[in-house]
């Protein structure tokens, strides 16, 4: 097949979910033999309108942001030329569209009335903006955070009816659609994220990990990887562990992300006189990441919202690292199939504290017991997640949409 990926984001730089599924689901379905292509913006960090990653061509288009409206101009008319002289050349068969920005471009070209189109959604547009941009005290700015939560609404709403089909990651995300834009259960499918099973594994020496990586070797190490973002219930994290450092003083938390909010938590460390026991380890990049989760006794998720799947949950559970997280979207899913008694009870500081010292707790009083839970969570990967299976379901969607008249 001649498939055309259509997205907001780049594979160039997998810095989050939606470049992770992104890149994994073009690369894999090219080295099954398919002709992927990916069209997209044009991001700073691009040398050139064109790269060839993994056996994918990328091709980007430039857009102007130097206004609201010169962007969603720049972004409808480049992407719907670059789709344009690309059909042309490639006579794609159908279209993958991965983020409403770019895609709104693409649907509205005639030429792209008669292809199969399948929307990947990975999270509501105009949510994920509403959660960026909070309301203020300004009435102006409040003004503008309507304007362009129902522009992005309208895009995406677009978009979605100019698919034949939707897939999510999650149940979660499906119920959106629903509440949003009542998109019809028969139009949505459920596909899981996945993991590599091949480069997230369980360590051989945990010890000599922590040793390269400069991670005290006795302690009791938890981990998150996060953007550091409101929604991502970092704050929380941190005020509970003052309650869980008063009960285990050898528990060390490692926060890896980058974001506008770490100022304000190294702060809120301090002021609890817990930064000693909290090393904040900036952006992980993607060759180091397996290695952090080896070395955690618990990977820990505290989302306050939109937690569309979790990839994170994925990794850490696929080195063998036991994952706690708060019951918000798809880690409710995830945990709630893997032990119901790795949710926290709520996405408050109190809860996350009392669970994170209960099982730390149990594994420090019986190793064995976290080894054994340690298998379990790699025996889960294996059983219910794998890219080969996301991959493999996107791929028979193609199929049977081509195949109907």
């Known amino acids: 097949m001649n498939i055309l990926f259509v997205s907001d984001v780049s594979i160039s730089n997998v810095i989050g979910g939606a470049e992770r599924v992104l890149y994994e689901q073009s690369t894999r379905l090219a080295q099954k033999g398919h002709n992927i292509d990916i069209l ?19 091709w980007r288009y430039d857009v102007d942001q130097s206004s609201i409206l010169s962007f969603y101009g720049s972004t409808q008319l480049n992407s719907r030329r670059l789709f344009e002289s690309l059909h042309e050349k490639y006579s794609f068969e159908c279209i993958n569209l991965h983020q409403p920005f770019s895609s709104l471009g693409v649907v509205n070209s005639p030429l792209s009335k008669q292809l199969k189109k399948v929307y990947t959604s990975h999270s509501l547009s105009f949510e994920e903006y509403q959660s960026r941009n909070p309301k203020t005290g300004s009435a102006i700015r409040n003004v503008m955070r309507w304007i362009n939560t129902q522009g992005r609404k309208e895009v995406e709403k677009k978009v979605l009816k100019a698919s034949d089909k939707i897939i999510v990651l999650s149940h979660y995300t499906q119920e ?4 949003a834009y009542r998109i019809p259960p028969h139009k949505v499918v459920i596909i899981p994220g996945g993991v590599d099973v091949e480069r997230f594994h ?59 909010l770490k100022d304000e938590l190294v702060e809120l460390s301090r002021r609890l006189k817990i930064e000693g026991n909290i090393k904040f380890a900036g952006f992980i990049l993607e060759q180091d990441l397996p290695d952090y989760y080896r070395a955690a006794d618990a990977f820990i998720l505290p989302t306050l919202e939109l937690e569309g799947f979790g990839l994170v949950t994925l990794e850490a559970l696929a080195c063998g690292t036991p994952a706690l997280g708060t019951p918000i979207g798809g880690t409710k899913e995830i945990l ?8 926290f009870r709520d996405t408050g500081s109190e809860s996350i504290a009392s ?44 199929q049977k949409l081509l195949s109907e008249p």
């Open 40 to 58: 997209t913006r044009r991001l700073p960090e691009h040398d050139s309108d064109h790269e060839i990653i993994g056996n994918v061509r990328e």
């Open 176 to 179: 959106k659609l629903w509440k």
């Open 202 to 260: 369980p360590a051989v020496n945990r010890t000599e990990i922590r040793r390269r990586l400069n991670i005290p070797e006795e302690k009791i190490i938890l981990l998150t990887i996060r953007n550091l973002v409101p929604r991502m219930g970092l704050e929380n994290l941190i005020a509970a562990m003052k309650d869980v450092i008063e009960n285990m003083p050898d528990t060390y938390l490692i926060i890896g992300g980058s974001g506008r």
């Open 336 to 343: 709630g199939i893997f032990d119901h008694s790795y949710l």
């Open 355 to 398: 669970l994170i010292i209960e099982k730390c707790q149990q594994f420090k009083e019986n190793p064995d017991l976290w080894n054994s839970i340690s298998s379990q969570c790699r025996d889960f990967v294996e059983t219910h997640y794998s890219w080969e299976r996301n991959v493999d379901a996107t791929e028979r969607i193609f």
